[in-house]
């Protein structure tokens, strides 16, 4: 199929355009995909759909030579093919488009362009780059101006730049990791249209989300992952409805039954009153939460990765200072009060990564047990620590929490995941909080070692901790959660009593689907 | 795919044992490579290595010679550790030096006009070249705390500051009039000196990074800021997370670190040279920076590694003395540095594996057949 003006396609075949067989990859502590098969067609545009960290970027990553696969194989139009590199990719004309742009900042839109020129290595043919831009924006409505730098564009713009560089490279199978991430909805609008031109040229778009409605609007076919595996592979759009899509992106095993808290008082232990907060990325991430936890309730939020909950942890630890609205803590006003303040004011915070962010992996677990306590009695004592109070503390410690093998002197990187969590239960159970910010306190966990923490949760909820359980697991939180907040794109779109929590209903609420739409809490019920 | 031959991979974890027995190849590696670099010049390595061991262990005054060289770069490198050790990288001991120097040497001009004791005197220039050196430290640091400023740059370009302001004070306004006109101030008094210990250079200022260890290792062992260190160092985020005051640690480790350097500064025109002039460091601010890293920022193993370079040192001018040009006596130190820096730090990071690995992909047929186990 050639178009005529420097940018044909070789002639696509029956052959599937990617066809990837038992694709392994293993990261430390991570299976990321396990024994993947995934197969696209010329002309096609097909949706790789799934919740953060099911794998989704990663085998993508792979198809584009960013990662070595620890087992599979990869055909493109029917040929075996090795991609060691991503200019291995290049060459077998695949193309991505990353959730982070690989642009020079300071250089113009035309000299970025120039990067992918690869026949004339001493030369720089700017004339040439120029006319690529020229005909390549003109056909796909990709608008961008040559001799703009990057720094100056809007990330729509740059995005725009990206799909040029990697049409202008020949990319026949052009990879778009969450594109519409960053985009107005008008942006993404153009987007689709783009996209759906450039399949109809016989190129296959391959388009990661996590969006059902958008899925629905682009996609010929889905294949669905979920922890790793595929659990629908080249489904027909056509075929499918919302609620299958997001049955198969959730999962639906069946919940067991809840036990209801023995606490009885309902005195408010945490508030959050319009609280709006920033991501990384300086894009909102909280908009206008208001959240009330009682004494004695586990109030779990569900949601898809990436919809606000991790922000909405960090505010509540103190972590992230809300841009605006207020936080309470048993009544009294503690927003904007930092991590430390927020501990000492009784909240405690067993956060997401455990190695990374609430332990030090290199030192004994005696200092990572001091962590939240070094500062306080009978730990300090005026500048200094007492060892031996720390050591009696650690003792404490693993013993109570059966952490079996550990001493105070173990090298802590070197313990199990569940050890470690219940090591990071215990520290942060020690200084008997009012209320708990638990951030998918079970991932990574064997059954066991997520048993005994459920039952620590449900234990503390009895003794009238309030919780936060925050969970990619849908069955988690509905299986501890006396209350179900439904989190998306940075709002509670319904807070649901346990009983009323009906998994598929959530599931929709939390993939935005149509009751969502105008969020609208009020609306869609408080119990 | 295919696996090359020889591969490196990464290790995990690494036993002090090992450690040493790298450090220790990677020493010999060096020797034997410069011996071959000797030999290619025309001179006669093992004449060369025998003086430059002689220079350092043989006999009270090489011993003495070594340990002295290695005083300044001692008490440097433990300052420069401690804001390593927050991870703020401060190159500028070699500026925060001259600047303790010149305190000091302000003190002393005043002192010896007031003919103060020695008592007053050298606690007092102490305290002055502390104070100044911490202060030089402490612009680059605030503005590395609360603006961001990358601390390389601001501390390594105040070591250029430093040593012109030296250098102009003893060519102008500090120049020793009774001096035939060479750029150093006045001759210290003996109230301003410390007392000579044993032969050659060694003095009492000895006991200065001696007694800065022993503190620094009950700061890092007993105390709340102590414990802050090693958290921030280990895991920035965790320190945050456990909400460790982050800018604060910055500061204060860079006041430390700084004055320790100004101390340095002190106890060399104080315990060595004896006057203010703009050679008193042979870039010990720098190499200062490398003893901290190999001691891996651990005030004991610093000890050992200062000893080491001033062993390095001495033996640089020790071959001079047997014919062979000093300058292959400084090309040796380049090239242990180097084996030591390189080799040691890659050998202790990675494993070297011959031979092949099983391949990656395994056998099966290219085809994906599209199902649905949902």
């Not at chain 2, 030096?97 to 007031?114: H, I, N, Q």
């Not at chain 2, 680059?140 to 370009?157: C, D, H, K, Q, S």
């Not at chain 2, 001096?179 to 003095?203: C, D, I, K, V, Y």
Request: hydrophobic share 45%; glycine share 12%; aromatic share 6%.
């Amino acid at each position: 199929m050639d178009s005529g003006d420097g940018f044909p396609l070789s002639v696509t075949t029956d052959h599937p355009a990617v066809s990837m067989v038992g694709i392994d990859k293993h990261f430390p502590e991570v299976a990321a995909n396990q024994g993947v098969n995934f197969s696209a067609r010329w002309g096609e545009v097909h949706a790789l759909l799934g919740e953060n960290g099911a794998g989704k970027s990663t085998l993508m990553s792979i198809l584009a030579g960013l990662y070595k696969p620890d087992a599979g194989q990869i055909a493109i139009d029917g040929q075996l093919v090795e991609l060691h590199s991503p200019g291995d990719a290049i060459q077998h004309g695949i193309g991505m488009v990353y959730q982070h742009y690989k642009l020079v900042p300071s250089q113009t839109v035309a000299e970025n362009l120039l990067l992918g020129l690869k026949d004339s290595p001493f030369r720089l043919d700017k004339r040439r780059v120029a006319s690529d831009i020229r005909t390549l924006s003109e056909r796909y409505h990709l608008r961008v101006d040559p001799e703009r730098p990057i720094w100056q564009l809007s990330v729509g713009e740059q995005q725009r730049v990206e799909i040029l560089k990697a049409l202008q490279r020949g990319a026949r199978i052009l990879i778009l990791d969450e594109p519409t991430a960053v985009l107005t909805p008008q942006e993404s609008d153009e987007l689709m249209s783009t996209i759906r031109q450039i399949a109809s040229e016989g190129r296959t778009v391959i388009f990661i989300s996590h969006k059902l409605e958008e899925v629905r609007g682009v996609a010929d076919r889905v294949t669905v992952l979920r922890g790793g595996k595929v659990v629908g592979a080249g489904l027909d759009m056509a075929g499918m409805s919302t609620r299958d899509l997001a049955r198969l992106m959730i999962g639906s095993e069946v919940a067991t039954e809840v036990r209801p808290s023995r606490h009885s008082s309902h005195d408010v232990a945490l508030r959050l009153d319009g609280v709006s907060a920033i991501d990384d990325r300086d894009l909102p991430a909280l908009r206008s939460i208001n959240l009330e936890l009682t004494a004695g309730e586990i109030l779990g939020v569900a949601g898809v990765a990436g919809n606000g909950q991790r922000e909405l942890a960090q505010v509540v630890a103190g972590l992230r200072r809300p841009t605006a609205g207020r936080l309470e803590l048993a009544g009294k006003d503690v927003t904007g009060a930092g991590a430390r303040h927020m501990a000492l004011a009784g909240v405690a915070h067993i956060p997401e990564d455990r190695l990374g962010e609430g332990l030090v992996g290199n030192l004994p677990l005696q200092d990572n047990a001091l962590l939240k306590s070094y500062y306080k009695a009978p730990i300090a004592s005026g500048p200094f620590l007492r060892l031996a109070a720390a050591l009696e503390f650690t003792r404490g410690l693993i013993q109570r929490f059966g952490i079996a093998g550990a001493t105070p002197r173990s090298t802590t990187r070197l313990l199990s995941g569940g050890q470690l969590q219940r090591f990071v239960l215990a520290r942060e159970m020690a200084s008997n909080p009012r209320a708990v910010v638990a951030v998918h306190p079970t991932r990574g966990l064997d059954v066991a070692a997520a048993a005994a923490v459920h039952n620590w949760l449900l234990s503390s909820r009895d003794d009238g901790c309030a919780i936060l359980l925050i969970s990619e697991d849908l069955d988690e939180v509905l299986q501890l959660s006396d209350r179900v907040a439904v989190m998306y794109e940075g709002q509670i779109v319904a807070v649901l009593k346990s009983g009323e929590a009906d998994r598929e209903r959530i599931g929709l609420m939390m993939v935005g689907s149509s009751s969502s739409k105008v969020p609208s809490p009020a609306a869609v019920g408080e119990g | 795919m295919r696996a090359p031959l020889i591969t490196l991979e990464r290790r995990t974890d690494l036993s002090l044992g090992r450690r040493a027995g790298i450090l220790a190849l990677a020493v010999v590696a060096g020797l034997l490579f410069g011996a071959l670099l000797i030999w290619l010049t025309g001179y006669d390595p093992v004449k060369a290595y025998t003086a430059i061991f002689g220079g350092s262990f043989g006999g009270g005054y090489a011993l003495s010679q070594m340990l002295a060289a290695s005083i300044p770069l001692a008490t440097i490198a433990l300052g420069t550790a401690v804001a390593f050790r927050v991870r703020i990288w401060n190159i500028g001991g070699e500026g925060q030096f001259y600047m303790g120097a010149f305190a000091a040497t302000g003190v002393e001009l005043a002192g010896a006009a007031g003919r103060w004791p020695g008592l007053l005197l050298i606690p007092a220039m102490i305290a002055s070249g502390f104070v100044m050196g911490a202060l030089w430290a402490a612009f680059p640091g605030w503005l590395r705390a609360y603006f961001g400023v990358n601390e390389i740059i601001t501390t390594l370009m105040l070591n250029y500051v430093a040593i012109l302001w030296v250098n102009y004070l003893v060519y102008g306004p500090w120049k020793d009039p009774a001096g035939h006109n060479f750029p150093f101030s006045p001759r210290f008094p003996g109230s301003a000196t410390f007392p000579r210990l044993w032969e050659g250079q060694l003095h009492a200022g000895l006991f200065v990074p001696i007694l800065a260890a022993i503190v620094f290792v009950f700061v890092l062992s007993r105390t709340q800021w102590g414990y802050e260190l090693r958290v921030i160092g280990e895991n920035p985020t965790a320190a945050h997370y456990a909400g460790i005051n982050i800018r604060r640690n910055i500061m204060l480790a860079m006041l430390v670190s700084g004055g320790m350097a100004g101390i340095a500064g002190m106890v060399q025109v104080s315990g060595v040279v004896h006057v203010l002039s703009g050679q008193i460091s042979t870039n010990y601010g720098y190499t200062a920076i490398i003893v901290a890293w190999l001691g891996q920022l651990h005030p004991m193993a610093i000890l050992v590694v200062s000893m080491l370079f001033g062993a390095l040192v001495n033996g640089g001018f020790a071959v001079s003395q047997v014919g062979i040009p000093q300058a292959l006596g400084f090309l040796l130190q380049g090239i242990i540095l180097f084996f030591v820096l390189g080799m040691g730090d890659l050998l202790s990071r990675y494993r070297v594996v011959v031979g092949r690995r099983e391949p990656l992909v395994a056998s099966t047929p290219p085809e994906a057949a599209p199902s649905m186990t949902a």
